[in-house]
Structure formats: structure tokens, C-alpha cells
């Protein structure tokens, strides 16, 4: 597994990141653990969670997931890049919730304390608050830096514009910069082709997209017509029909038979192909990947070993252009 570095920062991080949104509900502990292990046999020492996962699983649950993390990672710590987010809500009152300071300094406590360590390497805005002044949740940011409990931070979700005025604000205040940006991206999804990638570069952020394979859509597994599988992304609670909001249309479905159809041609299976692409892209520092099973990772991790030809990446372009756009049709 090459490594890289994390935008302009000295940081170095694995190409590909573990993904743990479904550890604690979607699957317990135990299929954690195995797919913790089995990414690290892969290669992987970057592994991204968040104060609110298990997807799905809501306030009740939040935090299941970073504990699991944590007991899985003790006594190793050092091993790892380990990435975590705050702004979901995490508690009953008002201030639970968003980039506030207050909320932002009790949610990495809350963080250390589950995860079982004194730092997180990459702290990120799980998404934009449009309630809370950017001045101050930078100035939060930063000094959460200069305590030493987090290393970098980072944002996802956030508009390129957003981000821009944030690295703006920074420079201007003399405070810790963004040093990555989390969107999803996939061939599906290419929206931020135009404006947040282009950003990035110029300004050296690292990119660590999630949703590669489009929460499974991509894999080819899933037929037009037909009910979500049980077990799957688009199907669990809180979660699924979000999930099937974005992907579950004729669309999508017509794209991904005819995406099948080239990663046979160029005998890949669909899941490495579509996360190989990913890859492609200069932007992309580390593609988040995941799975339910251990053995579902194989074809994410055969990714890293992929080089794409000229003319496959035309054939990609060209059969998912139209996702793009802003305005792509449904």
C-alpha cells in the first residue's frame, strides 16, 4: 500500500481509508474487528469514524462506533492515522448539536474518551453550520490544536465557497487552516469536479472522498425493480431511504449495467474499478472504503494496484459525464 501526504501538511496517510459508519449496527463488534483486521493486513493505517456513527443509528447509538474503535486499537495506537468529526447531535440540549464552541470542545472529550487516546491525527466538521459564526468555530479549531488533542483539521460537506471563506478567515486571523476536505464522490456523483476539486489543488487540501462505490450501487448488485437487499446501505434505519434518495432512480440504474459492463471488459470486478477511478483523479488523496464483511474489502484494496488506461478513462468520462452537472436530470 503507497502512502501519501495528507494535502500540504507532512502528514503521511495511506491511499486508501478505512471507512467504519457501519461498525456497531449495521454489524457488531466482532465483524468490526474482522474488518479493522483485514485492512490492516491490506495495507491500510488510515481509518476515518465520527462522534455520531453507527450510520443510522441516531442519538441513542451515537458513539458506539469510536468505542469499538477504541477497544479494538488499544495498546496500538501509534500504528494508525485515526480521523474523527463532530457536529451531529449528541445529546438532548440545544448546543448539542453543530460547530459551536462549546459543542465542538465537549464533542472531542467525548471523542478522546471512546476512542482511548489523548489525540486524534485529523479532526473534521462532519458539515457546515450555518448557525454558528465560521470565526468562531475556527478559533475552537485552533485551539484545540495548540492543546495538542488534535493534529490537523479538517471539514465535509462543506461547499467549495465555504471553504474558501474558511481558508480565508485563517489566514486572516492567523489560525490553523483546513488541511482536507470529505465529499462524496463517485462516478455518480461528480459534482465537485468543477469547483471544490479545482479549489483544493490550488490551495493544496487533501481529498478523502467517501461514498466511492456509491454505497454499493457501483458493485452491480442491486437490480432495477427490486426491493434493497436487507443488510445493505440502503436499507438501514435512519439512513436507507437517503441513501436510496441518491441513487435508486432509472438513471443510475441504466448507468451502472452499462459501468458493469466495462469493468468485465477490462476484467476488473465493478467495486475495484470504480474506486481505482476514484484514485485517478489528482485531487484524491485517499478514497474512504468499507464493508459489512471482511471479504468485501479484497476488492476495494485491488484498487490500489490498478492503473487505468487512456481508454477506459474516456469510456468512464464519457458514460457518466452527465453526473457532473449540477443540473443532471433524475
Known amino acids: 500500500m503507497q502512502h501519501t501526504r495528507l494535502g500540504r501538511t507532512g502528514l503521511q496517510v495511506s491511499r486508501l481509508c478505512l471507512g467504519t459508519m457501519t461498525f456497531g449496527l449495521q454489524i457488531d463488534e466482532a465483524a468490526s474487528r474482522a474488518v479493522l483486521d483485514r485492512a490492516v493486513e491490506g495495507g491500510i493505517t488510515f481509518i476515518d469514524t465520527a462522534d455520531v456513527y453507527p450510520l443510522g443509528g441516531g442519538v441513542d447509538l451515537a458513539g458506539r462506533t469510536e468505542e469499538i474503535i477504541g477497544r479494538w486499537m488499544k495498546g496500538r495506537r501509534q500504528e494508525f492515522v485515526l480521523a474523527t468529526k463532530c457536529f451531529g447531535r449528541t445529546g438532548p440540549q440545544p448546543w448539542d448539536v453543530g460547530n459551536n464552541r462549546r459543542h465542538i470542545m465537549d464533542a472531542i472529550d ?39 488533542k488534535v493534529r490537523y483539521i479538517g471539514c465535509s460537506n462543506f461547499l467549495a465557497y465555504r471553504v474558501a471563506l474558511a481558508l480565508g478567515r485563517s489566514d486572516a486571523l492567523s489560525l490553523v487552516r483546513f488541511a482536507s476536505v ?4 463517485n462516478l455518480l456523483f461528480r459534482q465537485f469536479e468543477r469547483d471544490l476539486f479545482p479549489l483544493c489543488l490550488e490551495q493544496g487540501l487533501g481529498v ?31 439512513a436507507g431511504q437517503m ?24 476484467g476488473m470486478k465493478p467495486v475495484t474499478l470504480a474506486v481505482a477511478w476514484t484514485m485517478h483523479n489528482p485531487a484524491i488523496t485517499s478514497p474512504i472504503i468499507g464493508a459489512s464483511r471482511a471479504e468485501q474489502l479484497d476488492d476495494s484494496l485491488a484498487a490500489a494496484e490498478v492503473t487505468l488506461d487512456k481508454d477506459l478513462l474516456a469510456k468512464l468520462d464519457e458514460l457518466t459525464r452527465e453526473y457532473r452537472r449540477g443540473d443532471a436530470p433524475r
Not at 482511548?116 to 478559533?139: A, F, K, N, W
Not at 458493485?219 to 434505519?237: C, D, L, N, V, Y
Not at 432512480?249 to 451502472?256: G, I, N, Q
Open 208 to 238: 478523502i472522498p467517501y461514498n466511492p462505490i456509491a454505497g454499493g450501487m457501483l458493485s452491480g448488485k442491486h437490480r432495477r425493480g427490486a426491493q434493497a437487499a436487507e443488510g445493505t446501505r440502503f436499507t438501514i434505519p435512519n
Open 182 to 185: 470529505q465529499p462524496r464522490y
Open 243 to 266: 441513501y436510496q434518495d441518491r441513487y435508486f432512480h432509472e438513471r443510475e440504474f441504466a448507468t451502472v449495467e452499462s459501468f458493469a459492463k466495462l469493468a468485465d471488459e477490462a
Open 110 to 148: 467525548a471523542s478522546l474518551r471512546r476512542l482511548g487516546t489523548d489525540y486524534v491525527d485529523l479532526y473534521q466538521l462532519h458539515q457546515d453550520d450555518p448557525d454558528t459564526p465560521l470565526d468562531e468555530t475556527l478559533r475552537g479549531l485552533d485551539d484545540l490544536v495548540r492543546s495538542g
